[in-house]
Nanobody, 126 residues
């Protein structure tokens, strides 16, 4: 059983905050690295944050200093704390786990994930 269940999306004003959660099945959580990927219609998919099993984290430049990825191993849950949100952060955010090629684990923007959540919409108004 492989399952990723996301929550926490919504609409906020610029400068506000949101906390996204991703509850993973034990098999998915233990299968490899995890991350958050966002997509806007008509735009390319962008991996914004990644975290390894050992807790090592990486971020794409546009969210550094504003977003924080974390995990709770006991709860098999992944989080994305998003602060100082900007209109350009508006997107569908997906939780993802277990990259096909593990050499790309922990490197944002490289490699594809095997498993994906359903996505949660984040809308930021100016």
């Amino acid at each position: 059983q492989v399952q990723l269940v996301e929550s926490g999306g919504g609409s906020v004003q610029a400068g506000g905050s949101l906390r996204l959660s991703c509850a993973a099945s034990s098999s998915t959580y233990s299968g490899g690295c995890m991350g958050w990927v966002r997509q806007v219609p008509g735009k390319e998919r962008e991996e914004v944050a990644a975290i390894k099993r050992n807790g090592f984290t990486t971020y794409t430049n546009s969210v550094k200093g504003r977003f924080t990825i974390s995990k709770d191993d006991a709860k098999y849950t992944l989080y994305l704390q998003m602060n100082i949100l900007k209109p350009e952060d508006t997107a569908m955010y997906y939780c993802a786990a277990d990259k096909v090629f593990s050499v790309f684990c922990g490197s944002v923007g490289r490699g594809d994930y095997r498993h994906w959540g359903q996505g949660t919409q984040v809308t930021v108004s100016s």
